[in-house]
C-alpha cells in the first residue's frame, strides 16, 4: 500500500508563499505522474497541478499558472508544490495523489492514493 503525508500548510498573508511538501512511503512511485488538489468548504475538490516522474512534463490549472510551481525527487520520493502570490482564494485543504498510470491526468478519478491533506489559509 502507498502512503502519502502532507506537510508544510499553514496561515500565511495574501502575497506570501508556502512550499508544501508530499512524503511517498510503501513503494517508489518513479513510473507514475503525481498531483495535487485542493478543496475548499462546500466545494468540490479540484486539480491544482500534476507531474509526470520520468517526463518531467507538468500541467497545471489555470487559476495558479505562474503563481505555483509542483516538483519531485524521485530519489527522496517526494513531490513539492510551491506556491507564490498566495490569493485569500487560494484557502483550501490541500491534497496529494498518486495518478493511476505514468500520464498526467487532471481528473479526481484518474488518482489512486491520497494523503490526508493539509490546511493553507491565507489572509487578507
Known amino acids: 500500500q502507498v502512503q502519502l503525508v502532507e506537510s508544510g500548510g499553514g496561515l500565511v498573508q495574501a502575497g506570501g508563499s508556502l512550499r508544501l511538501s508530499c512524503a511517498a512511503s510503501?513503494?517508489?512511485?518513479?513510473?507514475?505522474?503525481m498531483g495535487w488538489f485542493r478543496q475548499a468548504p462546500g466545494k468540490e475538490r479540484e486539480f491544482v497541478a500534476a507531474?509526470?516522474?520520468?517526463?518531467?512534463?507538468?500541467d497545471y490549472a489555470d487559476s495558479v499558472k505562474g503563481r505555483f510551481t509542483i516538483s519531485r525527487d524521485n530519489a527522496r520520493n517526494t513531490v513539492g508544490l510551491q506556491m507564490n502570490s498566495l490569493k485569500p482564494e487560494d484557502t483550501a485543504v490541500y491534497y496529494c495523489?498518486?495518478?493511476?498510470?505514468?500520464?498526467?491526468?487532471?481528473?479526481?478519478?484518474?488518482?489512486?492514493?491520497w494523503g490526508q491533506g493539509t490546511q493553507v489559509t491565507v489572509s487578507s
Open positions: 495523489a498518486r495518478g493511476k498510470s505514468y500520464y498526467i491526468r487532471p481528473g479526481r478519478d484518474e488518482y489512486d492514493y
Open positions: 510503501g513503494r517508489t512511485l518513479s513510473t507514475n505522474a
Open positions: 507531474i509526470s516522474w520520468n517526463s518531467g512534463t507538468t
